[in-house]
């Protein structure tokens, strides 16, 4: 099953973490995990992975989620839209259900310090039994921000 394309909403600490220099966009490793119904994303209190409980377990899934690929930065003048995205993120042969989707820089070392930049609350639970659970990002990209 796919669920449908969302964009993501940014942790609020998200910019905090950026000005500091705690994340490279460009080079540093982005991934995207799976939460339960059970994990509720706090917009503004959230700032590392270690704030996020409740990771799903089930076949085809690896604890920490999956690399994303093909991360691009993009600014359209025309529109003033920052837009952060990626490939759209599949896990394969998979058997789980997930409500959240976490995306966070997996570079730094710990927990305590990987930064967390986005989530995506779906609308229900999505199931997959022995299938691929892919996650199609919004045309827009994974997240954006208007510039004025």
Known sequence: MVPIAHVAKFYGKFFLSLANKEIDMDSDSIKVMLCTVSYVPDQDAHRYKSDVTNEITGTGYTAGGVALSS???????????????????????????????????????????????????????IPVTSSTFTIAWDATGIATVTVS
């Open 71 to 125: 991360p691009t930065i993009s600014y359209t003048g025309a529109t003033n839209l920052w837009a952060f995205d990626a490939a759209d993120a599949q896990w394969t042969g998979a058997t789980f259900t997930a409500r959240v989707a976490v995306v966070y820089d997996a570079s730094p070392a710990s927990d305590s310090t990987r930064p967390l930049i986005g989530y995506i609350l779906f609308d229900a639970d």
